[in-house]
C-alpha cells in the first residue's frame, strides 16, 4: 500500500498535533509502504567474491600520470568554480580542523545538538527555489535528486558527496547554529546487525525494523518519527513517509574486509567504483525502502552519517601516499560516449545553495575549503 496525502497528524488531549510531537507512550498502529517504487531505483552492487578477486590484481597505474594542484587549467568548465573555491577557502589554510567524531565516541549532549539541529533544518521554510521542496532540509533532497545522472557510476562519486556533505554541515551552522562537525558511522562494527547499531534508539534516529511481506515500515518513533517526505520515489514528488525495510544479509557485507579489498586499489578509479558499488551501496540497499532509492535516498537523515563513512574511507585511502593519492582523480564524468575524462577543475555544484567548487578544492580534506579529519 502506497501511502499518500499531507504531514500526517493525530488527535491527542483535545486537539492536532503532529506525529514529530507525540509522546512516545501513545500508541501508533503500524504502516507498511509497497517498496516496489523504492526498489525500482536501487543501488547496483558489486559481489563481495568480484571485490576480492579484483583485489589481488596489479592495478594499471602510472604515477607520472597523477595530476597535481599547479597543474589545473581555468577552462571554461572550471573558470567560476574555482575562483567561488579561492574565496571561501581564505587563503587556503586550514590550522585548526574540525573533528568529525565516530557516534560511539561523541559526547551524548553533542548527539544531541546535531539530531536538534537537523530537526531544525527540517522545520525551516525551503528556500523557494526548489520546486515541490517544503523545507530546508527537503532542498538538499531535491538536488540529489535531480543530479542523480552526474554523480553515480561516475568518477566524481567521490568527490562530489564530499562536496555534498560540506554543504549540508553549512546549512546546519548558518540555519540552525550548529557548532559541532559533523559526526560519521563505522558501519564496519555493526556489519550484519545494524538493527542494534547506537544510532537506531528513540533517542536519535529511530527504529530500523526488518523487511516483511508487506513491505517497508513507517517510522513512527525517535527524532524523526512520523515524517512526511516530498521529493521521491525516484524523480517523483509524491508524499510518503519516512520508512526503512532492513536486510541484514546486505549490511553484512559492509565489513572492514570488503572496506580493504576496494582501498587495496593504488588506482583512483578501480578504489571509487569498488567504494560506490560495495559498501556504500550494500548499506543503501540494507537499510532500504527510502535509503534504497538512489535519487531521493537524503530523504533519510541516516544518509549523512553513512556518506561521512564512506568519505572516511575515501580519507583513509588517500593517506598512506598522498603525494600520488592526495589529488589522484582518473576515470569518466559521463555514462555515454563519447566519455567526458574527470580532472580537478570539474565543476561540483548545489545548485545555488553554496557556492559551485571545483573537484580540486574538495580533494583535501585539509585544504583550506575543507578543513576537518576524522578521530581515526
Known amino acids: 500500500m502506497r501511502l499518500s496525502g499531507g504531514v500526517i497528524g493525530f ?9 514529530l510531537s507525540l509522546p512516545n507512550f501513545f500508541p501508533r498502529a503500524v504502516r507498511h509502504v509497497d517498496l516496489a517504487p523504492f526498489e525500482e531505483g536501487s543501488f547496483t ?7 576480492a578477486a579484483d583485489a589481488q590484481k596489479e ?14 587549467g581555468t577552462g571554461s568548465m572550471g573558470t567560476e568554480a574555482m575562483a567561488a573555491g579561492e574565496d571561501a577557502a581564505a587563503a587556503g589554510t586550514c590550522e585548526t580542523p574540525a573533528i568529525r567524531t565516530e557516534w560511539r565516541d561523541l559526547a551524548d549532549a553533542d548527539k544531541k545538538a546535531f539530531i536538534d539541529a537537523v530537526k531544525c533544518l527540517i522545520g525551516k521554510p525551503a528556500s523557494g527555489n526548489f520546486e515541490n521542496s517544503h523545507n530546508r532540509y527537503e532542498d538538499l533532497v531535491w538536488v540529489h535528486q535531480q543530479m542523480t545522472n552526474e554523480i553515480h557510476m561516475v568518477a566524481q562519486f567521490l568527490p562530489y558527496h564530499r562536496y555534498y556533505l560540506s554543504v549540508f554541515e553549512a546549512e546546519l551552522r548558518d540555519q540552525c547554529g550548529f557548532e559541532g562537525a ?6 564496519t562494527k555493526d ?7 547506537p544510532l537506531f534508539t528513540d533517542d536519535y534516529f529511530g527504529p530500523l525494523p526488518a523487511k516483511t511481506e508487506d513491505g517497508g515500515t ?3 518513533t525517535g527524532a524523526f518519527g512520523g515524517l512526511t517526505l516530498h521529493i521521491g520515489p525516484g524523480g517523483a514528488f509524491t508524499d510518503h513517509c519516512l520508512s526503512r525495510a532492513l536486510d541484514e544479509s546486505l549490511t553484512a557485507q559492509s565489513n572492514s574486509d570488503f572496506v580493504s579489498n576496494c582501498n587495496s586499489h593504488s588506482n583512483y578509479s578501480e578504489m571509487e567504483s569498488c567504494a560506490e558499488m560495495g559498501p556504500h551501496a550494500y548499506t543503501h540497499n540494507g537499510i532500504g525502502a527510502v535509503m534504497a532509492d538512489v535519487a531521493s535516498s537524503p530523504g533519510d537523515p541516516i544518509f549523512f552519517m553513512h556518506h561521512a563513512f564512506v568519505d572516511h574511507n575515501w580519507r583513509i585511502w588517500q593517506n598512506p601516499d598522498p603525494d600520488n593519492r592526495l589529488y589522484q582523480i582518473n576515470g569518466y564524468s559521463t555514462k555515454t560516449d563519447p566519455k567526458q575524462s574527470l580532472t580537478l577543475d570539474y565543476v561540483l555544484t548545489s545548485k545555488g545553495i553554496r557556492p559551485d567548487v571545483t573537484v580540486q578544492e574538495v580533494m583535501n580534506t585539509l585544504g583550506g575549503y575543507l578543513c576537518y579529519r576524522y578521530n581515526y
Open 45 to 51: 552492487l558489486l559481489p563481495p567474491e568480484q571485490a
Open 218 to 220: 513507517c517510522i513512527e
Open 59 to 72: 592495478d594499471q597505474f602510472d604515477a607520472s600520470k597523477v595530476t597535481q594542484p599547479s597543474e589545473v
Open 182 to 187: 559533523l559526526p560519521w558511522w563505522d558501519e
Open 191 to 197: 556489519a550484519g546487525n545494524f538493527a542494534k547499531a
Open 11 to 19: 488527535l491527542y488531549g483535545g486537539g492536532a498535533v503532529s506525529a
